[in-house]
């Protein structure tokens, strides 16, 4: 079983409630629910939040961990929402959110437009896309999304990159 399971989950100022396989946390910035997996049980007393495997299977141990990973980032989301910020390198890059989409022209004979998540909230300053969500995973896939339309390429830098990310660069071809 994962050591991230083994103790409870405390409780601070968000309320968690279990019922019919579903797991709801209700926070001061909003509301998430997650379905949970059969071979998991999670029970809430006032020690805190325990995720126990339902039987002995490989399948439900790693997913004790996996679940328990999964609270603490609701918790934490519906208190505190999570920020990315994306840079966009490269001249004549440019980003720029209309309505509900976000338009990206990185070179391409045609610009790209990614629709945001309904839970996401995106604004652009410049060439830095900083995205917002109180759930993490759908703020991750988006943030994938994005970058996956021009990943940073190891020559010049230019494409869109993670803020702190690092980006081995190659020397290149030599002047004879």
């Known amino acids: 079983m994962s050591r991230l399971a083994k103790k409870p989950i405390t409780i601070g100022k968000t309320a968690v409630l279990v019922e ?3 797991l709801s946390v209700k926070g001061t910035k909003g509301a998430l629910t997650k379905r949970i997996h059969p071979a998991v049980a999670i029970t809430v007393d006032e020690s805190g939040i325990s995720v126990v495997p339902k039987d002995r299977s490989r399948l439900a141990k790693a997913l004790t ?4 990973s999964h609270v603490k980032n609701m918790m934490a989301g519906v208190e505190t929402p999570y920020v990315k910020k994306l840079i966009l390198e490269g001249v004549g890059y440019r980003v720029e959110v209309k309505g509900s989409d976000i338009v990206l022209s990185v070179g391409f004979s045609h610009t790209v437009a990614l629709k945001i998540p309904a839970d ?4 652009v300053e410049k060439n830095v896309i900083k995205i917002e969500s109180i759930n993490k995973e759908s703020l991750g896939q988006f943030a994938a999304n994005i970058r996956r339309v021009k990943p940073p390429e190891p020559y010049l830098g230019k494409g869109i990159r993670y803020e702190g990310e ?5 020397q290149g071809k030599k002047a004879a």
């Open 65 to 68: 961990g996996t679940f328990a």
């Open 120 to 123: 996401v909230s995106a604004t």
């Open 20 to 22: 019919n396989g579903v």
């Open 166 to 170: 690092v980006i081995r660069r190659k």
